[in-house]
């Protein structure tokens, strides 16, 4: 019962996988950060603990997302990887032969082309949310719709409807004047998708060499209309895998588990104990040279064990 533990912390969900030794995947949570990525995680990892059975032994752990660095001083990560390493390797583990991932995320996404199970080429739009699950919720909020239901009903469209998708203050502003010249939402929704693939591509994917097998992975991916609407402007069809919203924490798991096993050393992980330990972030201004840093610092109860911000070095050391 050796397990490794992959946490992919977002600016919208939290994921925590929970893998084997033979990178079977154990346990998995998806959960939405709240703005509050601390206990996010403190919350994910009491889930995880109390699915595992008795005796269960974590032997190492990686992380990823955008709030990486800051999990990892809080849990005791062996392992920190970026969001494009992370997704590639879990995509290999399950499609070797993979040659494009489109991940679409909360509030971020990108693209990573794979030639011979290496990267070779990616590209990320993390400046606006257009095309992202944030703006497909708010949108679906908007409409009165379940986000469920919302690709299905694109599905159901029997009118083309052209919508500006290369901003949300213009997908939305059109949309609203689709709806008073009287579309259905059935309609309007299907233009929408279509609106945000071809802007995924105008932006993330332009100048990509589109290959299959072509893999979409991320929270969106789980959006029906909006998988419809990439296979019809590609032209191919998308593999979408078992555990489409949580590759980035299995990516990380799997990575944490091939270092344990190159370096022989023991995890640094400080167990699940951490669920009640109260942690806290302050910041000051570095005044010691003309750049004036904000120095943030990260502690574990009352002992600080991590700075970030400093531009040279000095807090790090």
Same mark, same amino acid.
């Given at each position: 019962?050796?397990?490794y533990?992959?946490?992919?912390?977002?600016?919208?969900?939290?994921?925590?996988?929970?893998?084997?030794?033979?990178?079977?995947?154990?346990?998995?949570l998806?959960?939405?950060?709240?703005g509050? %990525?601390i206990?996010?995680? $403190?919350?994910?990892?009491?889930q995880?603990?109390?699915k595992?059975k008795?005796?269960?032994?974590?032997? @190492?752990? @990686?992380?990823?997302?955008?709030?990486?660095?800051l999990?990892a001083?809080?849990?005791?990560?062996? =392992?920190?990887k970026?969001?494009?390493?992370a997704?590639a390797?879990?995509?290999? *583990?399950?499609?070797?032969?993979? $040659?494009?991932?489109?991940? =679409?995320?909360?509030?971020?996404?990108?693209i990573?082309?794979?030639?011979?199970?290496?990267?070779? +080429?990616?590209?990320?739009?993390?400046?606006?949310?257009?095309?992202?699950?944030?703006?497909?919720?708010?949108?679906?909020?908007?409409?009165g719709?379940?986000i469920d239901?919302?690709?299905?009903?694109a599905?159901?469209?029997g009118?083309?409807?052209?919508?500006?998708?290369?901003c949300? &203050?213009?997908a939305?502003?059109?949309?609203?004047?689709?709806?008073? #010249?009287?579309?259905s939402l059935?309609?309007?929704?299907?233009?929408l998708?279509?609106?945000?693939?071809?802007?995924?591509?105008?932006?993330?994917? $332009?100048?990509?060499?589109?290959?299959?097998?072509? &893999?979409?992975?991320?929270?969106?991916?789980?959006? =029906?209309?909006?998988r419809?609407a990439?296979?019809?402007y #590609?032209e191919?069809t #998308?593999?979408? %895998?078992?555990?489409?919203?949580?590759?980035g924490?299995?990516?990380?798991?799997?990575?944490? $588990?091939?270092?344990?096993?190159?370096?022989?050393?023991l995890t640094?992980?400080?167990?699940?104990k951490i669920?009640?330990i109260?942690f806290k972030t302050?910041?000051?201004?570095?005044?010691?040279c003309?750049? *004036?840093?904000?120095?943030?610092?990260?502690?574990? +109860?009352k002992k600080?064990?991590a700075?970030? @911000?400093d531009?040279?070095?000095?807090?790090?050391e």
């Amino acid at each position: 019962m050796e397990y490794y533990l992959g946490i992919d912390v977002g600016s919208v969900s939290t994921n925590i996988v929970c893998i084997d030794s033979k990178d079977k995947v154990i346990e998995t949570l998806y959960m939405k950060t709240h703005g509050n %990525p601390i206990a996010s995680v $403190k919350s994910g990892l009491k889930q995880i603990q109390s699915k595992l059975k008795k005796g269960s032994k974590i032997c @190492g752990v @990686g992380v990823t997302g955008s709030a990486r660095h800051l999990i990892a001083a809080m849990v005791g990560a062996d =392992i920190i990887k970026n969001e494009i390493t992370a997704h590639a390797r879990a995509t290999l *583990h399950f499609y070797p032969h993979a $040659k494009t991932i489109i991940e =679409i995320g909360g509030q971020d996404s990108k693209i990573i082309i794979l030639r011979d199970g290496i990267v070779v +080429d990616f590209s990320m739009n993390n400046v606006c949310a257009a095309g992202t699950g944030s703006f497909l919720d708010q949108q679906a909020s908007r409409l009165g719709i379940p986000i469920d239901e919302f690709g299905g009903m694109a599905l159901q469209s029997g009118t083309e409807v052209s919508i500006a998708g290369r901003c949300t &203050v213009f997908a939305e502003s059109d949309m609203v004047h689709k709806q008073q #010249l009287g579309y259905s939402l059935n309609d309007i929704i299907n233009g929408l998708c279509q609106a945000l693939v071809r802007n995924y591509f105008n932006t993330v994917g $332009k100048g990509k060499d589109i290959l299959s097998p072509v &893999v979409f992975q991320g929270g969106v991916a789980a959006n =029906i209309g909006i998988r419809k609407a990439f296979e019809k402007y #590609l032209e191919k069809t #998308l593999i979408i %895998p078992e555990h489409f919203g949580v590759m980035g924490a299995i990516g990380a798991a799997i990575i944490s $588990k091939e270092e344990m096993r190159k370096t022989k050393a023991l995890t640094k992980f400080k167990g699940f104990k951490i669920s009640d330990i109260a942690f806290k972030t302050t910041s000051f201004r570095c005044k010691l040279c003309p750049n *004036h840093c904000e120095i943030v610092q990260f502690f574990e +109860d009352k002992k600080i064990i991590a700075r970030f @911000g400093d531009k040279c070095g000095r807090y790090n050391e």
